[in-house]
Nanobody, 116 residues
């Protein structure tokens, strides 16, 4: 079993910054693809960013240039540095790990609220 734990959410004003972290633990080995998604009540979960095992990063158009995804100190830790935050960035942010290209695991989410 694999567990993901997100942290770092909170309340921030428009234009501010936050850094989210996600730590994976359990039955995993090697470096796996990890992603961030977000969800606003009443809307579908939205993909935000991906970091591949080789370090390549991809971003949704809505966050490109403002958010940066990077590996943490552990093999299966990931951070999301968010800058220039907008009210539309408000939501619950979820970390996802994809093991072996097949098994998908989710964290419980961390709330990010951007106030004007």
């Amino acid at each position: 079993q694999v567990q993901l734990m997100e942290s770092g959410g909170g309340l921030v004003q428009v234009g501010g910054s936050l850094r989210l972290s996600c730590v994976a633990s359990g039955s995993i080995s090697g470096v796996n693809e990890m992603r961030w998604h977000r969800q606003v009540p009443g809307k579908q979960r939205e993909w935000v960013a991906t970091i591949a095992p080789d370090g390549r990063a991809n971003y949704a158009d809505s966050v490109r240039g403002r958010f940066t995804i990077a590996r943490g100190t552990g093999q299966n830790t990931v951070q999301l540095q968010m800058s220039g935050l907008k009210t539309e960035d408000t939501g619950v942010y979820y970390c996802q790990l994809i093991r072996g290209g097949v098994w998908v695991y989710w964290g419980q989410g961390t709330q990010v609220t951007v106030s004007s």
